[in-house]
């Protein structure tokens, strides 16, 4: 259920997104119809990182990379860790203080790692074409690679409550037998 609520949530951030990518800047800064795409986009991201969390939990606690599934669960974990810097590059492109204050500190810390030269997060210029093209294309990527895998894996079975591996249980009646 979750993961198609992550999907369905994704679907209303590309296309949010996508329509504030066309129209500009100035025109979600400006615009009470841009404005409320933004929030739209804004919400649909927070709705899509809380139901791929609790997707990626609940398929960790079924110990979802079971049977010939661990590249599923590798693509759907790498999928997220792209969308964290999806989120955040998002975050940079906001244009307000806050995120001028977080890119400030993002280039210390992206320095101290020795990774800063890759990553100009104070160009704006850059984190947009890595939050609208670069980003994104690979979240779409390795989610249509995920469902991809999923189709043709199948789902994973509950874990088995015996040790015969037929999920099958003695009843508990209060019967001693």
Known sequence: MFGVLTLSALCVVLATGGLLALKGPSWWHLSSVGRYINSLHLWSVELFMAFMVVHL????????????????????????????GTAFTGYLVQ?????????????????????????????????????????????????????????????V?????DGDGSGATEPDDGVAR
């Open 57 to 84: 939990w609940g398929k960790f606690f079924m110990a979802a990379w079971r049977g010939r599934r661990a590249t599923t669960w590798i693509t759907g974990a790498v999928a997220f860790l792209a969308s964290i």
């Open 95 to 155: 244009q307000n203080f806050d995120s001028q204050w977080i890119a400030g500190q993002a280039k210390d810390g992206l320095n101290s790692v020795g990774i800063g030269a890759y990553f100009n997060v104070l160009d704006f210029g850059q984190m947009l074409m890595w939050h609208i093209v670069l980003l994104p294309f690979a979240l779409a990527l390795l989610t249509a690679w995920h469902i991809l895998l999923v189709r043709r894996r199948g789902v």
């Open 157 to 161: 079975p509950p874990i088995p409550l």
